[in-house]
């Protein structure tokens, strides 16, 4: 097994940075994720933010989980609510993505949505979403673990995801598993 300093040595003779944030940066840059939108609604003002790691966590009790920055100034306004809904978002909508990743007043400008069961916002060119109620919430180093009990979700549009890796967008291509249909 590799030692740390073994590695960062090993990291420094490639060009790839030592620091250990920007190492844990880079090698799990390589890990390729979905993107996901996540809005509430606070004193029915629609609120959201753009994540990378929502996770199906359980099935029974059909669970998910994603992580905000403890920077986050949305988070809390979702968090005061108790519920959420995660909308998966489709490669067409990089735009959407990074407005919902910025610091604005109003996130929801020219975003067409409806109100979900919970309240919270479902954005209607969104491919999925799945509506919660906030289960728990962990702190994990500078992160947030939030625990979202599924209350409803759905397939809203047909397409593809959108993908986050290396730092950049991408699109998948399904291919046939052998023997499906």
Known sequence: MT??????????????????AAMMRSVLGHFCTGVAVITGAVDSAPVGMTVQSLVSISLEPPLVMFSPQKTSTTWPRIRRGGVFSANILGEDQKDLCRSFSKSAEDK??????????????????????????????????????????????????????????????????????????
């Open 3 to 20: 030692t740390t300093m073994e590695s960062r040595r090993a990291a420094a003779s490639r060009n790839e940075p030592t620091d250990p």
């Open 108 to 181: 929801f400008d020219g975003v067409a949505w409806r109100a979900g069961r919970t309240g919270a916002p479902i954005l209607d060119d969104a491919l999925a979403f799945i509506e919660c109620e906030i289960e728990s919430v962990y702190e994990a180093g500078d992160h947030y673990m939030v625990l979202g009990k599924v209350l409803d979700l759905g397939v809203a549009s047909p397409g593809t995801p959108l993908l986050f890796y290396r730092g950049g967008f991408g699109s998948f291509t399904a291919h046939p598993r052998p023997g499906a249909e």
